[in-house]
């Protein structure tokens, strides 16, 4: 059993940063992949990066290729998403996830955090 708790989301205006935290518990940090998920408003949640377990290898969407950066620090339990150049699209509700293997989908992923709000302005 994984629990998993956001924070970090906030108000910020275009081409500002944010990092969003997801503090996991339990002692098996390590053997999930961890991801994030965003839903906008009147949109379905699409899939914006994820990292493996321990090697490090990262993947993106297409939208945030080059402006978020994914990372974790297992020791910590604790995954990260910088967000930079921040864009009024990128306004969601951001979910961390957790699961057993890479995958777009969000139904592959079995843990849920309870989400936080970004909202970029112009």
């Known amino acids: 059993q994984v629990q998993l708790v956001e924070s970090g989301g906030g108000l910020v205006q275009a081409g500002g940063s944010l990092r969003l935290s997801c503090a996991a518990s339990?002692?098996?940090?390590?053997?999930?992949?961890m991801g994030w998920f965003r839903q906008a408003p009147g949109k379905e949640r699409e899939f914006v990066s994820s990292?493996?377990?321990?090697?490090?290898?990262?993947y993106y969407a297409d939208s945030v290729k080059g402006r978020f950066t994914i990372s974790r620090d297992n020791a910590k339990n604790t995954v990260y998403l910088q967000m930079n150049s921040l864009k009024p699209e990128d306004t969601a509700v951001y979910y961390c996830v957790a699961g057993r293997s890479f995958s777009r989908i969000e139904r592959e992923y079995g843990y849920w955090g309870q989400g936080t709000q970004v909202t970029v302005f112009s």
């Open positions: 339990g002692r098996t940090f390590s053997s999930y992949l």
């Open positions: 990292i493996s377990r321990n090697t490090g290898t990262t």
